[in-house]
């Protein structure tokens, strides 16, 4: 069992201990309104009881009896509950209790999300137990997320049931449901818990192209492989003249705009000349997904066993933005040879509108220039991958959370939002990192460079800073087409291929 799965399972509520209760109750004995006298009956509790247990809880939050709670309070008291940082909810625990918004929950504040929270969890926990006897059933409990579209196999199953159950008898009554979603401040529909559950105990997907453990038991792992490559296939293809275009920019060293240089493309190959490139473009995808998934994996599980982390999913968000980069460099590294050949096909001047094969080109270079200058660019390459994925990351869930706020109103966010957040800090990250890429391109481009700090010289004297950013443009006019086809492609094969 997972480290983050013992935390949330097992977390003692100060002041709330478990009553020791022969049966089970369920006051509702059919499907209607429910109220708090309904959740009183259920927990055999009294509103005395009921109203000490939550005062006991607020003030082991606020434990500098300041008479209200704030994010590092809550914060603080998540920590000493033993759930890990990133299976917390804080924020949105804060808000969802902040009824006024001032950024500080009084008594009262905390009282009503108690009520309504209580009460929303006895509803969904009344909509399982189709029994109406007080208990969910492991039956009852797979007829609830089989209704939801969510198939598990028995093992998967036995552990759910075994992470909410606290007193190990195979059922769980309403008071293990409530501690174990009284802290969860999303709705509790069937699919949001289920998330949970995979959030805190079965499910970590990182950042970095991984595949869920959970994944594994139903599909092989080759079909989200497929699904990903066929997604950036189509991609790459769509975006294929944008991609050729910011190449061709960004090696020009006189003065290039994007006018000329698309005369120059048309010129040279008419329409497919925008393609040239293109086929090693998407030949890269297959094996550059598959060893950048095993690097990771790989990586994620020394770093957990280097942390002395018993559960090596539970490395947290610097270790797996670690690992995702060292997977990144290692595909990169990987595969050069064939995105230096790609970068040399599209720099190509054949004005006799002859295009070289690519065993010829590969063949000039190795005789010409050795085995070493498949990897010329490698560097800059490299260097930007982890401040990439660091603004990427870091832009994306600031960019989540003000959506949350300003937009959704403390909602999930939907695929479409997290597209759009996506696009925005892809582009701002790909943008703080260009001056790296055109130094690659012009290491990659042209032999007669000496290396970095030569092709960094001779760009400044010749045409400045503005010179690293040379194909900005197209290559921001990528980043919207390109996210949105992976995700629609992605989401098409996934049917196609049973995923969903």
């Not at 010329?376 to 003000?402: C, F, N, Q």
């Not at 997290?418 to 701002?428: H, V």
């Not at 990192?433 to 290396?451: C, E, F, H, K, N």
Request: net charge negative; glycine share 8%; charged share 25%.
């Amino acid at each position: 069992m997972s480290v983050a799965g013992e935390a949330v399972e097992h977390v003692n509520f100060p002041a709330m201990a478990t009553k020791d209760r022969s049966g089970c109750c369920n006051p509702v004995k059919k499907a209607g309104p429910v109220s708090l006298d309904h959740v009183l009956s259920a927990l055999g509790e009294t509103k005395e009881e009921r109203e000490s247990r939550i005062r006991s809880l607020f003030s082991f939050f606020d434990s500098d009896n300041a008479g209200y709670l704030d994010y590092a309070k809550i914060e603080k008291g998540l920590s000493a509950m033993q759930i890990p940082a990133e299976y917390k909810f804080a924020k949105e625990l804060l808000n969802g209790c902040d009824a006024n918004k001032d950024g500080r929950v009084d008594y009262q504040e905390f009282r009503k999300y108690m009520d309504d929270k209580e009460m929303e969890l006895y509803r969904i926990f009344q909509d399982i137990d189709v029994e109406h006897s007080g208990c969910i059933l492991p039956e009852e409990l797979w007829d609830a997320l089989v209704n939801a579209g969510i198939e598990l196999d028995d093992d998967e199953l036995a552990r759910f049931v075994e992470h909410v159950d606290k007193d190990n008898n195979g059922i769980i009554t309403f008071e293990e449901w409530r501690d174990f979603l009284l802290l969860y401040p999303h709705e509790a529909t069937i699919e949001n818990i289920y998330q949970y559950l995979e959030r805190v105990c079965l499910v970590d997907i990182g950042e970095q192209t991984v595949i869920p453990e959970g994944i594994s038991k139903h599909v092989h792992a080759s079909k989200y492989l497929i699904a990903g490559g066929v997604a950036g296939a189509a991609s790459r293809t769509a975006t294929a003249p944008l991609d050729r275009l910011k190449v061709i920019l960004q090696v020009q060293t006189t003065h290039a705009s994007i006018g000329p240089a698309v005369k120059s493309i048309w010129k040279e190959g008419g329409l497919l000349g925008f393609f040239r490139g293109n086929g090693l473009n998407v030949l890269k995808v297959a094996p550059e997904s598959a060893i950048k998934f095993y690097a990771y994996e790989t990586l994620k599980n020394a770093i957990g066993r280097a942390r002395g982390v018993e559960d090596q999913r539970d490395i947290g968000t610097s270790g797996r933005l670690v690992a995702g980069g060292m997977a990144g460099a290692i595909a990169q590294t990987a595969i050069y040879p064939m995105d230096l050949v790609k970068t040399r096909l599209q720099t190509h001047s054949c004005e006799s509108g002859s295009v070289p094969s690519l065993r010829k080109l590969s063949k000039d270079i190795f005789i010409q220039e050795g085995p070493r200058a498949f990897y010329r660019g490698l560097v800059p390459s490299l260097l930007g991958i982890i401040p990439y994925a660091g603004i990427d990351l870091a832009a994306y869930e600031t960019l989540k959370d003000l959506s949350k706020v300003y937009i959704l109103h403390d909602s999930e966010a939907g695929p479409l939002v997290q597209l759009g957040c996506g696009t925005i800090s892809g582009a701002l990250g790909a943008t703080c990192v260009y001056p790296l890429q055109v130094i690659r391109t012009r290491m990659q481009a042209d032999s007669a460079y000496q290396g970095m700090a030569d092709v960094f010289r001779k760009t400044v004297q010749r045409e400045g800073f503005r010179g690293f950013y040379k194909g900005l443009f197209p290559n921001l006019l990528k980043v919207v087409p390109a996210a949105s086809i992976t995700y629609l492609v992605y989401e098409s094969m996934k049917k196609s291929l049973d995923l969903d």
